[in-house]
């Protein structure tokens, strides 16, 4: 995307996985990591820059992933949730021109690039959206460069922009027919 549209693809992947057993980004899932499949679905959807934040085993993400097109950025306090990559990314993201952001935690590989489209249609700089599933709230998120400040000061531990989200208009977007938003936190939740 280009222009006064253009809008960043922010991908969250430094958390340890703990449920999972390791961190998630280096999941190997159909022939491709976790983190790979996740940023070629931002680029796909046409999100420009796109942000990968790392942090657990990130030494070994950057070794092993093919990540062509994405800035990395590292989270040194990934231990303490989701909420720091998403300040993290943000704070990456602030000289950029973009007018939105689309959200993407890694451990979501049902979430296509045309879910990914459908969000960043609604792009402006007040825009916040959601892509939900049979009525429940997922990913990926569409967040407005105008809110970039206010979630950056209120995403703390795992919640990210939830709180936020919940206390100001957040459009809902329908994307089952087109994706699946299913969180993989054990290695039985693979599709």
């Known amino acids: 995307m280009t222009g006064p549209e253009r809008v960043a693809g922010l991908l969250l992947a430094a958390g340890g996985g703990r449920r999972y057993g390791m961190p998630k980004a280096l999941v190997r899932h159909g022939g491709r990591l976790f983190v790979e499949r996740a940023a070629d679905v931002l680029h796909e959807a046409g999100c420009d820059p796109v942000v990968v934040v790392l942090g657990a085993s990130a030494d070994e993400v950057r070794a092993r992933a093919a990540l062509p097109g994405s800035s990395l950025v590292d989270n040194p306090d990934w231990a303490t949730g989701m909420g720091s990559s998403l300040r993290a990314g943000l704070h990456a993201l602030s000289i950029s021109d973009a007018v939105a952001v689309v959200v993407l935690p890694v451990d ?84």
């Open 108 to 191: 979501t590989p049902g979430v296509t690039p045309a879910a990914v489209r459908r969000l960043a249609a609604l792009a402006t700089a007040d825009a916040l959206a959601r892509a939900t599933y049979h009525g429940a709230p997922g990913h990926p998120v569409l967040i407005g460069r105008a809110h970039w400040p206010a979630v950056h000061a209120t995403a703390t531990a795992d919640t990210g922009a939830r709180a936020y989200l919940a206390r100001h208009p957040t459009r809902d977007v329908p994307c089952e027919d087109i994706a699946s938003g299913t969180d993989v936190d054990h290695p039985t939740d693979l599709p």
